[in-house]
C-alpha cells in the first residue's frame, strides 16, 4: 500500500443507487485523501455492486483511486485493480492492488448458487467431505489439490492450505489470518 499523506484517514461515504426508486442507503469506505480528489464527481452504486461515475460505467471509483495514490503506474485496460477483501465498496487503499484476470479470478469467492458446503472449494461425496482446489498456469498447465475428509471443517483447513499454495497472496480463504 503506498504511503497516505498524514492528514489522510479512513471515511464513509454515502453514496446514490444509479436507480432513483432504490432508497436503500449505500456507505463507500475509501481515504480522505482519495475521496478529496475524486470527490467532483457524480459517483452513484451500479447494479454490478461497485461504485462508479454516473453514466460511466467505465470510470470506477476503485480503478482511479487507485490510479490517483499510484500516480507512476499507467492503468492499461488488461490490468485489474483488485479488492484483497473481496468488499466491492471498500476502496480503501489498503484493500486495492494491481492484478491480471488470472489474480482476480484467483481472489474470486464462493459462488452465490446453492452448494452442499458453506465453505470455499469442499463439496460432500460418498467418502465424506472433498477439499479441491485448481488453477491453470498462462502456459496451459493444470494444477489440482483433493483430499477427502471426515469432516466438513478439516476438509475447509486443507482447502485453505491448497489455495495457498496455488493462489499465493489471492487465495481465497475459508479461514482468513
Request: with cysteine.
Amino acid at each position: 500500500a503506498p504511503s497516505l499523506p498524514n492528514s489522510s484517514m479512513h471515511i464513509t461515504v454515502r453514496v446514490p443507487h444509479c436507480d432513483p426508486r432504490v432508497i436503500t442507503p449505500i456507505f463507500m469506505m475509501c481515504d480522505s485523501f482519495c475521496w478529496h480528489q475524486l470527490s467532483q464527481y457524480d459517483w452513484v452504486f451500479g447494479d454490478q455492486g461497485y461504485v462508479h461515475i454516473r453514466g460511466n460505467y467505465c470510470r470506477s471509483f476503485h480503478r482511479m483511486a487507485f490510479a490517483a495514490l499510484h500516480p507512476d503506474i499507467t492503468l492499461h485496460p488488461k490490468l485489474l485493480v483488485d479488492h484483497i477483501s473481496q468488499q466491492k465498496l471498500d476502496c480503501r487503499a489498503i484493500n486495492l492492488r494491481l492484478t491480471d484476470s488470472r489474480g482476480n479470478s484467483q481472489n474470486r469467492g464462493k459462488r452465490r448458487t446453492p452448494t452442499s458446503s458453506e465453505y470455499l472449494h469442499v463439496h460432500a461425496c460418498p467418502r465424506g467431505w472433498r477439499a479441491e482446489v485448481q488453477t491453470t498456469t498462462p502456459d496451459g498447465v493444470r494444477h489440482r489439490r483433493v483430499s477427502y475428509h471426515p469432516d466438513e471443517i478439516g476438509a475447509a483447513r486443507a482447502a485453505d492450505q491448497f489455495a495457498r499454495e496455488l493462489h499465493g497472496e489471492f487465495a481465497s480463504l475459508n479461514f482468513p489470518p
